[in-house]
């Protein structure tokens, strides 16, 4: 289904509904699609959603598991660099295993890799005979 027209200020908006073939009548399965410029075709903009997803799942995963959205940097440089940083650390975690896998396999995976290491870390240090307030002081 494809609506043409006015949409909360926008004067010429294209809002498609579509499900997947064997999806129809499940409202799971409802995919809404937007455009603010309405002379472009169906395909077009589905085609234009499917080259841009990888980028949404980017910024959502990044958000959601880098906190993406809790830093404040003002400065050019400051940006271009923490863009830097958070573009390496979503690589590494789809890169995790040495092959491809999806981004919360990756990150699943090295959160459990560095809670180990932790682990390992603290159990040396008690074992080296530290103090109770320096195992503490370690475990933060």
Sequence with gaps: ????????????AAVIL????DGFGNPKALRVFLSTNAELSTQEI???YTKRWPIELFFRQSKSKL?????????????????????LVHYLCCMHSGNY???????ASLKQQLKQE???????????????EEAFKFVG
């Design 67 to 87: 906190a993406l959205d809790s830093y404040q940097i003002r400065s050019r440089q400051g940006i271009q660099r923490y863009w830097l940083i958070m573009s």
């Design 46 to 48: 589905l085609d234009t």
């Design 118 to 132: 932790q682990f390992a870390n603290l159990y040396r240090l008690i074992k080296s005979s530290a103090s109770f």
């Design 1 to 12: 289904y494809r609506y043409e027209g006015e949409l909360n200020g926008i004067p010429n």
């Design 18 to 21: 579509s499900y997947p073939k």
């Design 101 to 107: 896998c999806t981004f919360e396999e990756g990150y």
